[in-house]
T-cell receptor, first 112, second 113 residues
């Protein structure tokens, strides 16, 4: 049972445009959510997080939106840059930053 | 640099061979994890250790064992490797109250032939 799902395996965007990556979850006990970015031959690195008490968190070009009623979160990257090309994983956890459950990942390609 | 160090980076095993993947962190984190990454499957938790002296199974523990040697080190052992264990393995560590969840190592690419 996949508790965290990223239904789009890949996304292609033109440089300067907005990238929107989506993630759905099924477990209502999740209370914090994170996005990680992964380049080839490297480990995932933290990008941005949001707790369930918020519906939006912004950090520079990156904004995460959380819709708890729909059990859906999204990552917006504006403007997209070629260096943003990577695999993006969403992750979810419950209480005090314990175990995280990850989605399948979305490959983002930003074309110059 | 501070962080999570995994060794080796690459390994090829024959079916039935055993090996241990090593992981060490220098951030004084209490919790450590082993994940595997497979195409289309994302990152799946194999085992984790919430604190020194404790270990628990994750989503896909079969065929693996772990040892939390001390607070810094968490090793993953494959006793009898199978082709289905061909994957990229990531170790991670975390601490309660961190906003950024895990710090990951750079991974071990394992091929079982």
């Amino acid at each position: 049972d996949q508790q965290v799902k990223q239904n789009s395996p890949s996304l292609s965007v033109q440089e300067g445009r907005i990238s929107i990556l989506n993630c759905d979850y099924t477990n209502s006990m999740f209370d914090y959510f994170l996005w990680y970015k992964k380049y080839p031959a490297e480990g995932p690195t933290f990008l941005i997080s949001i707790s369930s008490i918020k519906d939006k968190n912004e950090d520079g070009r990156f904004t995460v939106f959380l819709n708890k009623s729909a059990k859906h979160l999204s990552l917006h990257i504006v403007p997209s840059q070629p260096g943003d090309s990577a695999v993006y994983f969403c992750a979810a956890g419950g209480t005090s930053y314990g175990k995280l459950t990850f989605g399948q990942g979305t490959i983002l390609t930003v074309h110059p | 640099n501070a962080g999570v160090t995994q060794t080796p980076k690459f390994q090829v095993l024959k079916t039935g061979q055993s090996m241990t993947l090593q992981c060490a962190q220098d951030m004084n984190h209490n919790s450590m994890y082993w994940y595997r990454q497979d195409p289309g499957m994302g990152l799946r938790l194999i085992y984790y250790s919430a604190s020194e002296g404790t270990t628990d199974k994750g989503e896909v523990p079969n065929g693996y064992n772990v040892s939390r040697l001390n607070k810094r080190e968490f090793s993953l052992r494959l006793e009898s490797a199978a082709p289905s264990q061909t994957s990229v393995y990531f170790c991670a560590s975390s601490e309660v109250g961190q906003d950024y969840g895990y710090t990951f190592g750079s991974g071990t690419r394992l091929t079982v032939v």
